[in-house]
């Protein structure tokens, strides 16, 4: 399974873009990169996907570079109920998530 | 819609005493995955039904764990007897399916079952 590497910590202030970035190095043609974060006492949240091309949906938006080597995700306007730890996932062709540590985002007012 | 259902949110054990852990995914959706998360680490995969046949279960420690997803719908987790390491988040959650690349179905999670073995 293709591995990930992100930040283990970024900070950011309300109201301005927050961008995470990963690497996947690793990453095959047929694979995607999924983003969920998990807030403190919760199950993961799903966020974006996409496979090559830049992808924004109401939460955020996905940016893969073109090689596939990595991707940013952002967050417009971030707010303080988005302080979380945000995954960045390579999904293999079965469907298997395999989490890394992620990045913790602590938002500030 | 609703969501994946867990329960219970929490328990308490002693070691090398049993629990169970119960869940419902979302209507309709044929693969189902358990997953444990320690404090401070991410998900890691136990195991993953596409309706009632395990299509992945390397991760999971078979000499206590077990698992099974009866009808295809609702599945139980069993721990038979806990040990200390064994206190962690169980997070079920569940996809339309999972096979084959072309298939793109997004994994939802339910909230989790806090397990404590003392």
């Known amino acids: 399974d293709a591995k990930t590497t992100q930040p283990p910590s970024m900070d950011c202030a309300e109201g301005r873009a927050a961008n995470l970035p990963c690497n996947h190095s690793t990453i095959s043609g047929n694979e995607y990169v999924y983003w969920y974060r998990q807030i403190h006492s919760q199950g993961p949240q799903y966020i974006i996907h996409g496979l090559k091309n830049n992808e924004t949906n109401e939460m955020a938006s996905l940016i893969i570079t073109e090689d596939r080597k990595s991707s940013t995700l952002i967050l417009p306007h971030a707010t303080l109920r988005d302080t979380a730890v945000y995954y960045c996932i390579v999904r293999n062709s079965y469907g298997k998530l395999t989490f890394g540590q992620g990045t913790i985002l602590t938002v500030h007012p | 819609e609703a969501g994946v259902a867990q329960s219970p949110r929490y328990k308490i054990i002693e070691k090398r005493q049993s629990v169970a852990f119960w869940c419902n995914p979302i209507?309709?959706?044929?693969?189902l995955y358990w997953y444990q998360q320690i404090l401070g680490q991410g998900p890691k995969l136990l195991i993953q039904f596409q309706n009632n046949g395990v299509v992945d279960d390397s991760q999971l420690p078979k000499d206590r764990f077990s698992a099974e997803r009866l009808k295809g719908v609702d599945s139980t987790l069993k721990i038979q007897p806990a040990k200390l390491e064994d206190s962690a988040v169980y997070l079920c959650a569940s996809s339309l399916e999972a096979s084959g690349g072309r298939t793109v179905d997004t994994q939802y999670f339910g909230p989790g079952t806090r397990l404590t073995v003392l």
């Open positions: 209507s309709g959706h044929a693969t």
